[in-house]
DNA sequence: GTTTTAAGTAAACATTTGTTCACTCAAAGC
DNA sequence: GCTTTGAGTGAACAAATGTTTACTTAAAAC
């Protein structure tokens, strides 16, 4: 009749604190779910819940619905792709070849924070109208930041910022639509995931093959 | 008191032939509420049948369950898909601006076939592993198709076919991620299509400005 | 030390879900 | 014409869902 394991030194902590434990245990499953090949329209707030080991109402005590506790998700999701890019300014540019080896630590990247790229690149799309809207600001917000970034690397500077922002929502695309499939290899595969490296190098290089011949659209004059 | 309307001259049909209708009323069914918001493991069994004005039972006379269902819709999808392929093949290239006038035929098959598009874009990512992976194997077709009508126009000939698949394969995400955001608009929004219509003809002309100086990979020799 | 506050619990609710079973009844097969 | 077949019905089920309502109980406030 072993009656309740206490889960962990719970005395130690304030209301407050505790009350964030919960939340965070929610976002956590929430976000376990999604990743093992739930869709977030799939996902039922008992289920949510249970994962979270609490009852089904002490998930009012922190989000209004469902949706509300995945637009945090996607808030989050959106503070790991800008990290992506201050790490990379901050690693700065790699001698030799520099899209591969960009791909390699995307790669690796995806890999270290899955369940935040899934959510990125399966609801980005899909998923309900909310999220979509939602991510696709984010992904706006990382474009924008992309784009800059490549102007202070003086990367065609004598572009326009709206050609900028065409050239790496393309790239942005392609990251994402790439992580989806990274995701997807059943583990192990190694062949696979190098052909899937392969193609991805290969379509960033036709990207900025493409973009160094570009010429400004026409919209930066009256 | 009224107790049933009867839907249709119903006794001129062979039972086959009713059959066959029913089942597509519940496909009809199920792409409606896919186009009205909903996503694919968000929809339910009884919520379909009920919108195809049949009882829930009815349903296993023609599908195992919604999985089934799903995948007939991803095949016709497909379907759909190379169909475009095929009228412009037909249509030939037109004289002045191949790209945009691509774009604005794309755009209005887009629309005028709105519930695939939706699906194949939205579900391509999200959804069900199993509606995703035959959703890639149709993507995968068509990306094929797709090279083999650049190398029957004798575009860049130089090229091994896994080069100018790559090349498709980066347009055919474009198109689909394009698809999506067209549906998405508000219908009525002139100026944001139009804008949404301008960054489309700039990514594609980008990748084809990319692909006219692509030089083959090393994939080709032992 | 007493009172107040609020995170989490427990029970109960009205719906909705997927699936079963036995049934109708009209077309198809003979 | 009689029998067989099978698409669609209707009732019933166990299970799961979202949400409300009243409760405990320990930290916070005084």
């Known amino acids: 009749m072993a009656k309740h394991v206490e889960p962990l030194p719970v005395a130690v902590l304030s209301r407050s604190e505790r009350k964030q434990h919960t939340r965070e245990r929610l976002r956590e499953a929430a976000l376990d779910l999604l990743s093992r090949g739930q869709s977030f329209p799939g996902l039922s707030l008992r289920e949510v819940t249970r994962e979270a080991g609490v009852v089904p109402t002490a998930f009012y005590r922190h989000f209004r619905d469902l949706d509300e506790l ?51 690149a399966s609801e980005r799309a899909g998923g309900s109208p909310l999220l979509r809207q939602a991510i696709r600001s984010e992904v706006a917000h990382f474009v924008r930041e992309m ?76």
Chains 1, 2 share one sequence.
């Open 147 to 222: 784009a800059q970034d490549l102007r202070l690397l003086g990367f065609r500077a004598d572009l326009p910022t709206a050609d900028l922002e065409l050239i790496c929502s393309l790239v942005v695309n392609t990251m994402l639509g790439a992580a989806g499939e990274i995701l997807d290899l059943p583990e192990g595969q190694g062949q696979a995931a190098r052909e899937l490296e392969e193609r991805f190098v290969g379509q960033l290089r036709l990207i900025f093959l493409g973009a160094e011949r570009w010429r400004a659209t026409s919209a930066s004059g009256p």
């Open 70 to 120: 995945g637009l945090s998700l996607v808030e989050e999701a959106g503070l790991v792709l800008r990290r992506l890019l201050r790490e990379a300014r901050q690693a700065g540019l790699p001698t030799e070849d520099i899209i591969r080896s960009s791909v390699r630590i995307y790669s690796a990247y995806v890999r270290a924070h899955p369940r935040q790229f899934r959510l990125a």
